[in-house]
Structures are given as C-alpha cells and as structure tokens.
C-alpha cells in the first residue's frame, strides 16, 4: 500500500509541474515574450491544456466568474498540496 502511496505522489508532483507550465507559458505569451506564431510553442501549450482542462473545468464551474481572471489552476494547486499534505502525514499508517 505504501508504494501506491508514493506512486500517487508522484503523479500529483508532475500535474502540480504541469500547472506551474501552464501559468509560466500563459504569462509568458500574455507578454509578448513568447509569440503565438511560434509553432512549438503552441503545441506545448496546448498539450499541456488538453491534459488538464479536464481537471480544471469542473473547478471552472464552480468558481464564480471573475472578469478574465482564471483562479482555478490556483484552486488546483491548493487541492493538490492539501492531498500531498494528507498522503505525507497518513502514510506511516500503512
């Protein structure tokens, strides 16, 4: 059991990584240091957003609408350390 412990960790450590991508790039393309016709650049971009929009719309639904400000990958983030934080401190007792 433990090492299902640790195998869970380690996937909650790449989509903590793959959010931190994804608001580096953003911020990245919002000013204008990366450009949108840059072809690599957006088939990264968009990789990495088909991977986690399933994650984030249905955080996206329950927020409430902030004028052009996405703060769910900021939720995710936090869900993500709370249960890193849960699987850290619960896993002696398997």
Do not use: K
Not at 2 to 14: A, E, K, N, P, T
Not at 33 to 47: E, K, N, S
Not at 67 to 72: C, F, N, Q, Y
């Amino acid at each position: 059991m433990g090492s299902l412990l640790i195998i869970l960790g380690m996937i909650i450590d790449f989509i903590f990584f793959l959010v931190l991508a994804q608001l580096i790039i953003g911020l990245l393309f919002q000013f204008e240091i990366l450009d949108a016709r840059q072809q690599w650049a957006m088939q990264v971009y968009r990789g990495i957003n088909q991977l986690l929009n399933p994650v984030l719309d249905p955080i996206r639904r329950i927020l409430p609408p902030t004028g052009g400000l996405d703060l769910s990958p900021m939720v995710l983030l936090f869900c993500l350390y709370a249960l890193q934080v849960i699987l850290v401190r619960n896993l002696g007792a398997f």
